[in-house]
């Protein structure tokens, strides 16, 4: 193998080395970029289709879990290695690296007992790979993907859709279309009916990334019609179809070495199809496909190369969006505390926008003038003099003059009418106060998930002094309002400029109702009716004034001075600085995933910038 394999390229050799290291990490971290499609080598086939055999004699080793039903449950990644540090062939688990197996039975019986740990004890099978990697200086570099065998019908409890589960992981790993798809067939079956074909069909309907493989040859029967589908004049397969010959139970059990059966084959090749011995048996499928990888990785290498480096940005960006471990937490805790009272206040003032998990952005300035817009000015400005004001006014009248009939309205009767009024603007204010509040709120909550997204304890503990110190400020500027409205109420001021303006026109317009022929308390309560609106409508417009420049002074501006000392008085602590600063686990797991596929890709990049 070492002779024939390209030994002029060591370069695409090292790619692929690279292409395995990118597995290692996909299979690590529990996922692959959707963009990158590895290449590789998957072997597909029925149950006892005989992949084991053709396998084991690729590597040249007995190494796979053998028996009856289904043995392989999760795809297996045979990585082979050419090294020629050591004479003699080892091998190692992705997940358990560090232990090195010389005996290959043993490997074989950590394939069984990786398979049980997910799998259990019962024949179920499961996506989550196992990768065993394989160093010889007698083989080339291979990448192989062992799946589970298709299975008709379940048994020992297998659930009732086990072929359409067995069907779809197959399917799982073929449709990428940077494999290479190794379908093995038993030659002693009709080839028509071969799953492996079938399946291969259906995602490479043209054949030109299907390799064919007839295992058991030596059981065909020598008919023009089996010669004619090893020639590959009978089954268009672009790739070829390669006979090979199983080792028999009885050798098997015998332990005959895989040197004296591949011996036994290359023999009985040249014995029974002597013009094409050359392109039939194990020793040629192997040469074969390692030509036709490094052939579909040139093909593919210009579009991996694309993605390789598209991948590279977006984890860089994952990275650069999750920050670096801390050094120094307590430096770290100041400059966050910082940056959070800066971002609060550039958002206030317009000058940056919060992202919400929506997409949408919000600007807290423009948030708060809608709320001052929407909420205080129409509030207000809906609320207009009672419909029973006229009865209200009558009765106030008779009320304010006691014993005696009215000859003119007392003053006291229109203060109280007017002070009701007023009374009821109580109720908007303090609604709009509550409003502002919660927009106040919303913003902190959301720089707080954004600047303090890391570390979680940090983000609960400043949102809570947020909360206590918005609580703070509208707790003061409801006492300013209230105080405020009070006034109000208490001093109805009828020498108000505007007021004294309008209500000679009023009474005006009162006298030149006259001619109406109105009763003169009717005439009264009108007159009395108009100035209540025009008293009620010059303290609206005074509070639709007094209330946004109260909430920006006390509730926004005195939350932006106080808020940086507040959230440094209360978290700078040596003491608790450990606490906070603790990362979300997540995150951490987030980190680690990304750079060590950033590393990954980086590597891969490196090596096809060489290719190129």
Known sequence: FQHYYITNNLRMDNFLKVINELQDVFSTVGSSPDSIKLPQIVVVGSQSAGKSSVLEGIVRKNFLPRGGGIVTRRPLIIQITQENISNQSWACFLHNPDKKYTDFDEV???????????????????????????????????????????????????????????????????????????????????????????????????????????????LMERTTENRLVLEGKSIPVKLGIIGVINRSQAKIDQEQPIDKCLEEEELFFKSHYQYISGEMGTPYLTKRLCKILLENVKECLPELIIRITEQKVLQQNILDSLGTKVDDPFEMLIQLLYKFCQTFDSNIDGKESIKLPNGKEISGGRHLFQQFERTIGTDLEQLILPEDIEQQIEQEIISSAGAKPALFTPNIAFENLASNQVQSYVKPVKKSIKKCCETITEITMQLSKQVFKRFPNLKREAHHICLSLIMSKTQAVEQFLDNYLKCEICYINTNHKLFAKDRQRIEVESLDADGENLPFEKQNVKRIRALLELYSN????????????????????????????????????????????????????????????????EQADAVTCLLD
Do not use: W
Request: glycine share 4%; proline share 6%.
């Open 538 to 601: 010059i303290i609206k417009n005074q509070l639709m004034d007094v209330l946004p420049k109260t909430v920006m002074s006390f509730m926004v501006y005195g939350f932006k001075e106080d808020l940086h000392k507040e959230l440094i008085k209360r978290l700078a602590n040596q003491q608790k600085v450990g606490d906070l600063m603790k990362e979300d686990v997540f995150i951490e797991e987030k980190r680690e995933k990304a750079a060590k596929m950033l590393q990954a890709l």
């Open 108 to 218: 074989r019986d950590e394939i069984v007992a990786e398979t049980d740990r997910l799998c259990g004890n019962s024949k179920n099978i499961l996506p989550d790979p196992i990768t065993l990697k394989i160093y010889s200086s007698d083989l080339p570099t291979l990448t192989l993907v062992d799946l589970p065998g298709v299975v008709k019908v379940p048994v020992d409890g297998q659930p009732e859709n086990i072929e359409e589960q067995t069907i779809n992981l197959v399917k799982s790993f073929v449709q990428n279309p940077n494999s290479i798809i190794l379908a093995v067939s038993p030659g002693n079956v009709d080839l028509a009916n071969s799953e492996a074909l079938k399946i291969a069909r259906q995602v490479d309907p043209e054949s030109r990334r299907t390799v064919a493989v007839i295992t058991k040859a030596d």
